[in-house]
């Protein structure tokens, strides 16, 4: 059987082995409290800093949303390169979800140029995957993003 970028099955310590291997999901974008979102916010000067709840939640949301894309996400390894072929070993590509729940916290600049800052609930999220051998993939990194009205958050 061909290995595929989005597993079958994700076992509880998914996330913690995708940060073992070079993620950084749980290290920047979870149990992150408000203070600190908003320090980096500062420091990395980006627009926007999400934050999931707990690990458990976090795996929860992404692997839901992989799940449910599967087909879509393998095509991209598989197919997504040059003359149809698999897409180079570290490319990376976002996707981004929306969930019908909130799924965490968004701190984020206001203004241009940026005066404020604001922070809120979101229902919207990231998930960057990075293409590694094999035709398998990465979890590089999933946070909580700012919604827009498409993503009809609650």
């Known amino acids: 059987m061909q290995a595929q970028c989005v597993p079958a099955a994700f076992g509880a310590g998914w996330l913690n082995a995708q940060e073992a291997a070079g993620g950084h999901t749980i290290a920047r974008h979870v149990n992150q409290p408000l203070a600190q979102m908003i320090n980096r916010l500062f420091l990395a000067g980006v ?57 965490g916290t968004v701190a984020f600049t206001v203004g241009n140029p940026p005066n404020a800052i604001g922070w809120s609930q979101t229902c919207a999220f990231r998930v960057v995957l990075r293409a590694t051998g094999g035709n398998n993939c990465l979890l590089l990194t999933s946070f909580p993003r700012p919604a827009t009205p498409e993503d009809h958050c609650p």
């Open 47 to 103: 627009p926007a800093v999400g934050s999931y709840p707990t690990t458990a939640g976090a795996q929860a949301t992404i692997t839901a949303a992989l799940a449910a894309n599967a087909v879509a996400i393998n095509t991209w390894r598989a197919t997504g390169g040059l003359a149809g072929g698999p897409v180079n070993v570290g490319t990376t590509r976002a996707f981004d979800y929306a969930n019908a729940a909130n799924i």
